[in-house]
T-cell receptor, first 119, second 113 residues
Framework: EPEVTQTPSHQVTQMGQEVILRCVPI?????FYWYRQILGQKVEFLVS????????KSEIFDDQFSVERPDGSNFTLKIRSTKLEDSAMYFC?????????????????FGPGTRLTVT | AQSVTQPDIHITVSEGASLELRCNYS??????LFWYVQSPGQGLQLLLK??????LVQGIKGFEAEFKRSQSSFNLRKPSVHWSDAAEYFC???????????FGKGTSLLVTP
């Protein structure tokens, strides 16, 4: 069964450094997402991406964050200057569609996550 | 503002016992509703979903959930829990734009022998 993959599984970085988290969505999916989960808190939406542009973003997704689909398979989240509070599990997800179409196509498939630790 | 509440942070049940995990939501329109499960070290796996129609939905692994509009609830149930069901369970609501999922804080399920 196709699945979303994420690399690395764990990333440790120093405060102020840039990190890039990588995701490979399911091949026929068109919508891509990033979520994060700070330890002990709920999963929070960051951004959605479709047709090479951001479709929606939360207030968490400020100027230090950016997303990119550099080629036909990867989807990346860049954090420009990491802060201690960026330490979290970051989940990538993808879906066939993103709107209120057939529910099955709206289903978001999640990757295993990247644990980011900022020291 | 939209919100999703899972009132129980931890639940412990005996293997073979029935299970009900609670989820309440606050949302203006008819929501998309989802239950996800997360095992340690794993990603989020969709158990079931509700969009419209029959308010009792069946999912994978023997789970079901019932949408009750009058109570703004979407509780997850399983008649007989297995030890492998021990995991974190998240209720989520599809936001108005259709893109973002709004998650509850999760319920951690422990299954005892």
């Amino acid at each position: 069964e196709p699945e979303v993959t994420q690399t690395p599984s764990h990333q440790v970085t120093q405060m102020g450094q840039e990190v890039i988290l990588r995701c490979v969505p399911i091949s026929n999916h068109l919508y891509f997402y990033w979520y994060r989960q700070i330890l002990g808190q709920k999963v929070e939406f960051l951004v959605s991406f479709y047709n090479n542009e951001i479709s929606e973003k939360s207030e968490i997704f400020d100027d230090q964050f950016s997303v990119e689909r550099p080629d036909g398979s990867n989807f990346t989240l860049k954090i420009r200057s990491t802060k201690l509070e960026d330490s979290a599990m970051y989940f990538c997800a993808s879906s066939v569609s993103g709107g209120r179409g057939a529910l099955r196509e709206y289903e978001q498939y999640f990757g295993p996550g990247t644990r980011l630790t900022v020291t | 503002a939209q919100s999703v509440t899972q009132p129980d942070i931890h639940i412990t049940v005996s293997e073979g016992a029935s299970l009900e995990l609670r989820c309440n939501y606050s949302y203006g329109a008819t929501p998309y509703l989802f239950w996800y499960v997360q095992s340690p070290g794993q990603g989020l796996q969709l158990l079931l979903k509700y969009f419209s129609g029959d308010t009792l939905v069946q999912g994978i692994k023997g789970f079901e959930a019932e949408f009750k509009r009058s109570q703004s609830s979407f509780n997850l149930r399983k008649p007989s829990v297995h030890w492998s069901d021990a995991a974190e369970y998240f209720c989520a609501v599809g936001a108005g734009s259709g893109y973002a999922l709004n998650f509850g804080k999760g319920t951690s399920l422990l299954v005892t022998p």
